[in-house]
């Protein structure tokens, strides 16, 4: 309760939850909001946007609702982005703290799958895994998966290595506690939240990618993504811009609410402890 | 600068063409058809082996059928559709046994060595029909081909073989090539299948992967005054949404198979200087068909095909998807193919009441959350509109409580899922049809392909009484008999509905006002291109 | 320089375990694909019978079992022998050789001109933090971040290149247009403009912040407070201590960034149809062409294991502590 206080307190933090929350809230919502399949066809073929009132936001090529797909569309992003970051998070977490903690071979072993997939150009991996795969909403969180975990797993790492030789540590392992419960008790608490604080960046670029993805025709057909329907917008970009435009926007305005989230995070923890690590270091999605 | 020949009825037809794009003034010039110039044309693929011998595609022809020609080609006005190529004229024996070409005098190959029936018969017997996806079945059972003289070409078959099918499908299987650059080589892997050696208007002049190629005049060409062009550059625009703004910005003047995306066309045909033309593909058309995996309980059931032809709207699919640049099919045999075409099959109008009455029927009530059965619907990733209908079918679908769940694949994965898995419950095709039923749609309904090949049955259906018709036609030499044959088929397929044929359609140009006489056939794209002509 | 030896190689040691795992996922990833390069090519020709499936299957190699090609493909590349494009009939190597430079140009201009404006930008932002022109950088940057560069892209062509015609709309250079030298340079340059135009002002945005966030922690650094007490002029003391310490983490960033750029080309090559890295590694992938795609996942990760490779050295030099601190790690 303590941090969300401190959160408001931040122009970013106040301006990137309150983007966050309505955007959450649209998704969460979706069906109420704008019931049915959003795919289905709901009028004229390129309804122009605010013309008709059943359609506020027009239709598409094929007459779908352009304001149902933007308001599901939430919920995909969002959906893929947060369970992209978790995963990455959580795969992240658990390779780092066995690599810290066993160090020596398994270490050395682990690290050097780390290092494979940071060298490996994270969209390309993602690009091939979901063309292989096929384009369905799990395939497309794993692809990003696979992308984003090492980051983390290198910051646990390096986390658990400097945690390992703490007197507190020490003395856990003096009255003879078992590794394992170190591990989870004593020093995944304190490994967290630099972790954490690399996550609101994680789901950004989870969100940017599955757009990417999308606009390559790598997204999952059966729901409505942002990133597609900018890519279906794309053939008639001139005569109708808006199918293009109007996604993009919902897309930059979450994302940016994401970023501001973060920046206000890292503000509001700024007064606790170190300052922040690897900020912006999963930033660069295509 | 001489003026091209033009007969007539040619024309006639450029100015029926100009008045239709509301190009008036243009028509002069078509008259005085210019000579030179660089003419840039969209591809949207770099095919790996050129070679129209061994792969008889539209891809390949596109680029190659202005260097490498076929004995014949098709034609709006000429005796069975065609005209004379490398051969004059063509003759078939009574008993189906044999056919005698009269080849072209005068020919030369691009580096210089004469043409002669020698090339064409090395073509025949050691690319056409061993290693041409089509041409192993149009010349499964030629025998032996006798050139009497440098200028005759005789080809000798065991079983009786139909002159129909081999006139329908001299365009597409009897590109010839250089028999003294492939003889003794390995004919898959020779460098001329991709710095191509042949006869025609234009000579291969240089390929820069990812950019372009390039094709420049051939001064030697038979034709009298032909190419009209200097030069054709394909320039690589992989991305179809690119063609349209290469257009506008008169970085090319010709975008031929619908690079430029059909919803865009409106807009583009109001841009000043750029025209939409939308002949020469007639004997180039695509069809829109559901398989149907007749494994499946639900969908062995005639009723619940039914249903499902019922279910679809076949004006909103011609409106709205293809825009209006499409027609309603009837049947496996388009209307573009009025030697065979018959209207005179069952059709099934649009009417959810009927579908779902057709289920009801079957047994296939809607549960309570409203849905009978869920099928996998696979659409085929290689063009748009087979994605959109994809996605239409599943609405349309939905409408009458069938839950389809569609899949989305890369191409490859899509031929393994479909044509060798039968991972599918529907799946949306786009074959093309080839100009005759025996190479083209009645593979889609015939039994006893292995699994494995695209394009052909891999739904599992059999029906004894339609192999039987089909493997009857493929032997008669009467084309009159043989045309009613192939209508019998047709009946058999709208009523037993192995597949569901929804549309048909054909490409579209968008060229610039620049560009003249680029409908002069109706495979114009992948014909020659030698009266194209270009105004500076 | 002993340190930078062995800093070298550290890296090289711990790369080539690495690459080995990029190899190896890469083949498997491929091979548990549903259809293989006969499947892929196949359907681009519209079809054929089985016997053509069964002779293109035997001809690629892909009837012996999965061991012995990842072997063949091993021993080859131990003679550094990257195979053979199954989708190009061509030797990987060259296709690689020949779609590299485009996009090294493109990836390259835009990361140098992306740096230079981001971290002066970033000076001018963190030069005084919290000051109208800090908070007007740092809100235009963040929502520059926040776009995806296809969208940008696709805005910046429909603009420049269709209304306004000031630029070409895709390509790498005029076609067959028989430039030579220079003006082939200008040409190019000329192509280039719309899509490192369009990641430029991604990036910037990126180190824009990176290095604004590196001067606002370097502003409370002792040395820097203490260097204020004593009276030093202020632009001095921007330039001179907080720039500079503000510009290591831009360094390692552009060290960590290498391989995202790098991926992040495949969209922006696909919008303006540039025969670079990102084409080809999808015209692989489409075509099932493990040996291509293995080559240039290869290539793409010996490149960021290069240019981190750099960026220590430089950090090295810029600081000796870190150089240290890796080469033991």
Same mark, same amino acid.
């Given at each position: 309760?303590?941090?969300?206080?401190?959160?408001?307190?931040?122009?970013?933090?106040?301006?990137?939850?309150?983007?966050?929350?309505?955007?959450?809230?649209?998704?969460?919502?979706?069906?109420?909001?704008?019931?049915?399949?959003?795919?289905?066809?709901?009028?004229?073929?390129?309804?122009?946007?605010?013309?008709?009132?059943?359609?506020?936001?027009?239709?598409?090529?094929?007459?779908?609702?352009?304001?149902?797909?933007?308001?599901?569309?939430?919920?995909?992003?969002?959906?893929?982005?947060?369970?992209?970051?978790?995963?990455?998070?959580?795969?992240?977490?658990?390779?780092?703290?066995?690599?810290?903690?066993?160090?020596?071979?398994?270490?050395?072993?682990?690290?050097?799958?780390?290092?494979?997939?940071?060298?490996?150009?994270?969209?390309?991996?993602?690009?091939?895994?979901?063309?292989?795969?096929?384009?369905?909403?799990?395939?497309?969180?794993?692809?990003?998966?696979?992308?984003?975990?090492?980051?983390?797993?290198?910051?646990?790492?390096?986390?658990?290595?400097?945690?390992?030789?703490?007197?507190?540590?020490?003395?856990?392992?003096?009255?003879?506690?078992?590794?394992?419960?170190?591990?989870?008790?004593?020093?995944?608490?304190?490994?967290?939240?630099?972790?954490?604080?690399?996550?609101?960046?994680?789901?950004?670029?989870?969100?940017?990618?599955?757009?990417?993805?999308?606009?390559?025709?790598?997204?999952?057909?059966?729901?409505?993504?942002?990133?597609?329907?900018?890519?279906?917008?794309?053939?008639?970009?001139?005569?109708?811009?808006?199918?293009?435009?109007?996604?993009?926007?919902?897309?930059?305005?979450?994302?940016?609410?994401?970023?501001?989230?973060?920046?206000?995070?890292?503000?509001?923890?700024?007064?606790?402890?170190?300052?922040?690590?690897?900020?912006?270091?999963?930033?660069?999605?295509? | 600068?001489?003026?091209?020949?033009?007969?007539?009825?040619?024309?006639?037809?450029?100015?029926?063409?100009?008045? =239709?794009?509301?190009?008036?003034?243009?028509?002069?010039?078509?008259?005085?058809?210019?000579?030179?110039?660089?003419?840039?044309?969209?591809?949207?693929?770099?095919?790996?082996?050129?070679?129209?011998?061994?792969?008889?595609?539209? !891809?390949?022809?596109?680029?190659?059928?202005?260097?490498?020609?076929?004995?014949?080609?098709?034609?709006?006005? !000429?005796?069975?559709?065609?005209?004379?190529?490398?051969?004059?004229?063509?003759?078939?024996?009574?008993?189906?046994?044999?056919?005698?070409?009269?080849?072209?005098?005068?020919?030369?190959?691009?580096?210089?060595?004469?043409?002669?029936?020698?090339?064409?018969?090395?073509?025949?017997?050691?690319?056409?029909?061993?290693?041409?996806?089509?041409?192993?079945?149009?010349?499964?059972?030629?025998?032996?081909?006798?050139?009497?003289?440098?200028?005759?070409?005789?080809?000798?078959?065991? $079983?009786?073989?139909?002159?129909?099918?081999?006139?329908?499908?001299?365009?597409?299987?009897?590109?010839?090539?250089?028999?003294?650059?492939?003889?003794?080589?390995?004919?898959?892997?020779?460098?001329?299948?991709?710095?191509?050696?042949?006869?025609?208007?234009?000579?291969?002049?240089?390929?820069?992967?990812?950019?372009?190629?390039?094709?420049?005049?051939?001064? $030697?060409?038979?034709?009298?005054?032909?190419?009209?062009?200097?030069?054709?550059?394909?320039?690589?625009?992989?991305?179809?949404?690119? =063609?349209?703004?290469?257009?506008?910005?008169?970085?090319?003047?010709?975008?031929?198979?619908?690079?430029?995306?059909?919803?865009?066309?409106?807009?583009?045909?109001?841009?000043?200087?750029?025209?939409?033309?939308?002949?020469?593909?007639?004997?180039?058309?695509?069809?829109?068909?559901?398989?149907?995996?007749?494994?499946?309980?639900?969908?062995?059931?005639?009723? @619940?095909?039914?249903?499902?032809?019922?279910?679809?709207?076949?004006?909103?699919?011609?409106?709205?998807?293809?825009?209006?640049?499409?027609?309603?099919?009837?049947?496996?045999?388009? $209307?573009?193919?009025?030697?065979?075409?018959?209207?005179?099959?069952?059709?099934?109008?649009?009417?959810?009441?009927?579908?779902?009455?057709?289920?009801?029927?079957?047994?296939?009530?809607?549960?309570?959350?409203?849905?009978?059965?869920?099928?996998?619907?696979?659409?085929?990733?290689?063009?748009?509109?087979?994605?959109?209908?994809?996605?239409?079918?599943?609405?349309?679908?939905?409408?009458?409580?069938?839950?389809?769940?569609?899949?989305?694949?890369?191409?490859?994965?899509?031929?393994?899922? @479909?044509?060798?898995?039968?991972?599918?419950?529907?799946?949306?095709?786009?074959?093309?049809?080839?100009?005759?039923?025996?190479?083209?749609?009645?593979?889609?309904?015939?039994?006893?392909?292995?699994?494995?090949?695209?394009?052909?049955?891999?739904?599992?259906?059999?029906?004894?009484?339609?192999?039987?018709?089909?493997?009857?036609?493929?032997?008669?030499?009467?084309?009159?008999?043989?045309?009613?044959?192939?209508?019998?088929?047709?009946?058999?397929?709208?009523?037993?509905?192995?597949?569901?044929?929804?549309?048909?359609?054909?490409?579209?140009?968008?060229?610039?006002?620049?560009?003249?006489?680029?409908?002069?056939?109706?495979?114009?794209?992948?014909?020659?291109?030698?009266?194209?002509?270009?105004?500076? | 320089?002993?340190?930078?030896?062995?800093?070298?190689?550290?890296?090289?040691?711990?790369?080539?375990?690495?690459?080995?795992?990029?190899?190896?996922?890469?083949?498997?990833?491929?091979? /548990?694909?549903?259809?293989?390069?006969?499947?892929?090519?196949?359907?681009?020709?519209?079809?054929?019978?089985?016997?053509?499936?069964?002779?293109?299957? *035997?001809?690629?190699?892909?009837?012996?079992?999965?061991?012995?090609?990842?072997?063949?493909?091993?021993?080859?590349?131990?003679?550094?022998?990257?195979?053979?494009?199954?989708?190009?009939?061509?030797?990987?190597?060259?296709?690689?050789?020949?779609?590299?430079?485009?996009?090294?140009?493109?990836?390259?201009?835009?990361?140098?001109?992306?740096?230079?404006?981001?971290?002066?930008?970033?000076?001018?932002?963190?030069?005084?933090?919290?000051?109208?022109?800090?908070?007007?950088?740092?809100?235009?940057?963040?929502?520059?971040?926040?776009?995806?560069?296809?969208?940008?892209?696709?805005?910046?062509?429909?603009?420049?290149?269709? *209304?306004?015609?000031?630029?070409?709309?895709?390509?790498?250079?005029?076609?067959?247009?028989?430039?030579?030298?220079?003006?082939?340079?200008?040409?190019?340059?000329?192509?280039?403009?719309?899509?490192?135009?369009?990641?430029?002002?991604?990036?910037?945005?990126?180190?824009?912040?990176?290095?604004?966030?590196?001067?606002?922690?370097?502003?409370?650094?002792?040395?820097?407070?203490?260097?204020?007490?004593?009276?030093?002029?202020? /632009?001095?003391?921007?330039?001179?201590?907080?720039?500079?310490?503000?510009?290591?983490?831009?360094?390692?960033?552009?060290?960590?960034?290498?391989?995202?750029?790098?991926?992040?080309?495949?969209?922006?090559?696909?919008?303006?149809?540039?025969?670079?890295?990102?084409?080809?590694? *999808?015209?692989?992938? /489409?075509?099932?062409?493990?040996?291509?795609?293995?080559?240039?996942?290869?290539?793409?990760?010996?490149?960021?294991?290069?240019?981190?490779?750099?960026?220590?050295?430089? *950090?090295?030099?810029?600081?000796?502590?870190?150089?240290?601190?890796?080469?033991?790690?």
């Amino acid at each position: 309760m303590n941090l969300i206080h401190k959160l408001m307190k931040t122009p970013e933090g106040a301006v990137g939850f309150i983007i966050l929350a309505i955007m959450i809230g649209i998704a969460i919502m979706a069906s109420t909001i704008s019931p049915g399949d959003p795919l289905r066809i709901a009028g004229r073929a390129l309804v122009a946007p605010f013309t008709d009132p059943a359609l506020p936001l027009g239709t598409d090529r094929l007459g779908r609702d352009v304001a149902a797909g933007i308001v599901h569309g939430a919920r995909t992003s969002l959906l893929v982005g947060a369970a992209a970051a978790l995963a990455a998070i959580v795969l992240g977490l658990l390779v780092g703290l066995v690599a810290g903690f066993c160090s020596g071979i398994v270490d050395e072993v682990l690290m050097r799958v780390v290092d494979a997939f940071q060298i490996v150009p994270g969209f390309l991996l993602a690009l091939a895994f979901v063309s292989v795969m096929g384009a369905s909403l799990p395939v497309v969180v794993l692809a990003i998966t696979l992308g984003a975990w090492a980051d983390p797993a290198r910051l646990t790492r390096a986390q658990v290595l400097s945690l390992r030789e703490r007197d507190y540590v020490a003395a856990a392992k003096v009255i003879g506690m078992h590794p394992a419960e170190i591990a989870v008790r004593q020093i995944l608490p304190q490994a967290l939240p630099p972790v954490l604080a690399i996550s609101a960046t994680l789901v950004a670029a989870a969100i940017l990618t599955e757009a990417a993805l999308s606009f390559l025709g790598l997204g999952d057909p059966n729901s409505v993504t942002w990133g597609s329907m900018i890519a279906e917008g794309r053939n008639v970009l001139r005569s109708s811009p808006w199918l293009s435009i109007l996604p993009g926007l919902a897309l930059i305005i979450t994302v940016v609410g994401v970023y501001l989230l973060s920046e206000g995070l890292a503000k509001a923890l700024a007064g606790d402890g170190p300052a922040m690590q690897g900020k912006l270091r999963n930033g660069a999605a295509p | 600068m001489p003026a091209l020949p033009v007969s007539r009825r040619q024309i006639l037809q450029i100015s029926s063409l100009l008045l =239709a794009s509301t190009a008036l003034p243009a028509l002069l010039a078509a008259q005085q058809a210019p000579a030179g110039g660089r003419l840039v044309v969209a591809a949207d693929s770099e095919p790996k082996n050129l070679n129209p011998a061994i792969v008889a595609s539209n !891809g390949v022809f596109f680029i190659a059928s202005k260097v490498i020609e076929p004995l014949a080609e098709a034609s709006f006005d !000429g005796k069975d559709g065609l005209q004379p190529r490398l051969a004059t004229a063509w003759e078939g024996s009574g008993d189906g046994l044999r056919i005698t070409f009269k080849l072209r005098e005068g020919v030369t190959w691009h580096d210089g060595k004469p043409f002669t029936s020698a090339d064409v018969a090395f073509s025949a017997l050691n690319v056409w029909k061993p290693l041409q996806n089509l041409g192993r079945i149009v010349f499964a059972n030629l025998e032996a081909v006798d050139t009497p003289d440098d200028h005759t070409a005789v080809f000798r078959f065991s $079983k009786p073989t139909p002159i129909q099918l081999i006139r329908n499908a001299l365009p597409v299987v009897s590109s010839v090539i250089p028999k003294h650059l492939y003889e003794g080589t390995d004919i898959a892997t020779n460098p001329a299948n991709v710095k191509l050696v042949g006869t025609g208007p234009f000579t291969f002049a240089e390929h820069k992967p990812g950019e372009y190629y390039r094709l420049v005049r051939n001064e $030697k060409y038979w034709g009298k005054d032909q190419p009209s062009l200097d030069e054709i550059i394909f320039r690589v625009l992989p991305d179809r949404a690119g =063609a349209g703004a290469a257009l506008e910005a008169e970085e090319i003047q010709l975008a031929a198979f619908s690079a430029v995306p059909l919803a865009d066309l409106d807009r583009i045909s109001k841009v000043p200087g750029l025209k939409i033309v939308s002949r020469g593909y007639e004997a180039l058309t695509y069809q829109l068909v559901v398989e149907i995996n007749h494994r499946r309980k639900e969908l062995a059931d005639p009723k @619940v095909r039914q249903a499902i032809a019922h279910a679809i709207d076949r004006n909103f699919v011609v409106d709205t998807i293809f825009l209006g640049y499409a027609s309603a099919s009837t049947g496996p045999v388009p $209307k573009n193919a009025p030697e065979f075409y018959d209207a005179d099959v069952p059709s099934y109008a649009f009417d959810t009441q009927k579908a779902e009455a057709l289920l009801d029927e079957a047994g296939y009530k809607r549960g309570s959350d409203g849905i009978r059965f869920t099928l996998k619907l696979r659409p085929a990733p290689y063009f748009n509109e087979t994605r959109q209908f994809g996605d239409y079918l599943r609405q349309a679908l939905a409408a009458v409580g069938i839950d389809a769940q569609i899949v989305n694949a890369d191409s490859a994965a899509h031929q393994k899922a @479909v044509y060798t898995d039968h991972d599918f419950d529907l799946a949306v095709a786009p074959p093309v049809f080839r100009g005759d039923p025996a190479i083209s749609t009645t593979i889609l309904v015939q039994s006893g392909t292995p699994a494995g090949v695209p394009f052909s049955n891999q739904g599992g259906y059999a029906n004894s009484a339609l192999d039987a018709i089909i493997a009857k036609a493929a032997t008669t030499i009467d084309s009159g008999e043989r045309t009613k044959l192939y209508n019998e088929f047709q009946k058999i397929v709208a009523t037993d509905l192995p597949l569901i044929n929804v549309a048909e359609w054909g490409f579209i140009s968008v060229a610039s006002d620049r560009v003249l006489n680029i409908a002069d056939n109706p495979r114009w794209a992948v014909s020659n291109w030698a009266t194209t002509a270009l105004q500076p | 320089m002993n340190r930078s030896l062995r800093l070298i190689r550290r890296r090289l040691l711990t790369s080539i375990p690495a690459l080995l795992i990029v190899i190896i996922l890469t083949f498997l990833l491929l091979e /548990t694909a549903p259809g293989d390069a006969v499947d892929a090519y196949l359907l681009s020709i519209g079809g054929g019978d089985a016997g053509v499936a069964a002779s293109l299957r *035997q001809a690629y190699g892909l009837d012996q079992s999965l061991t012995a090609r990842l072997w063949l493909y091993l021993t080859a590349l131990a003679r550094l022998d990257l195979g053979w494009s199954t989708a190009f009939e061509r030797p990987v190597i060259d296709l690689i050789a020949e779609r590299l430079p485009n996009t090294l140009a493109l990836m390259g201009s835009a990361t140098a001109l992306s740096f230079a404006l981001g971290s002066t930008l970033g000076i001018i932002a963190g030069a005084k933090p919290e000051s109208i022109k800090d908070i007007m950088l740092s809100t235009i940057s963040l929502i520059l971040y926040a776009i995806p560069s296809f969208w940008l892209g696709l805005l910046l062509s429909l603009l420049f290149a269709v *209304q306004l015609r000031w630029l070409p709309t895709s390509g790498i250079e005029t076609i067959a247009s028989g430039k030579t030298g220079l003006y082939r340079l200008m040409d190019i340059a000329r192509h280039l403009i719309l899509p490192v135009g369009a990641l430029t002002l991604i990036y910037t945005a990126l180190f824009l912040r990176v290095m604004r966030a590196g001067m606002v922690e370097a502003w409370k650094l002792d040395f820097v407070l203490f260097a204020r007490a004593k009276g030093l002029s202020r /632009t001095r003391l921007l330039l001179r201590h907080v720039a500079r310490n503000a510009a290591l983490p831009l360094i390692t960033m552009l060290g960590l960034q290498a391989a995202a750029m790098l991926g992040g080309s495949v969209v922006i090559e696909s919008i303006f149809a540039i025969p670079g890295f990102g084409r080809l590694a *999808q015209e692989a992938v /489409t075509g099932r062409d493990a040996p291509l795609l293995m080559g240039i996942i290869l290539v793409s990760a010996v490149l960021v294991v290069t240019v981190n490779l750099l960026v220590d050295l430089v *950090q090295a030099a810029f600081d000796p502590r870190i150089g240290a601190s890796e080469a033991s790690s």
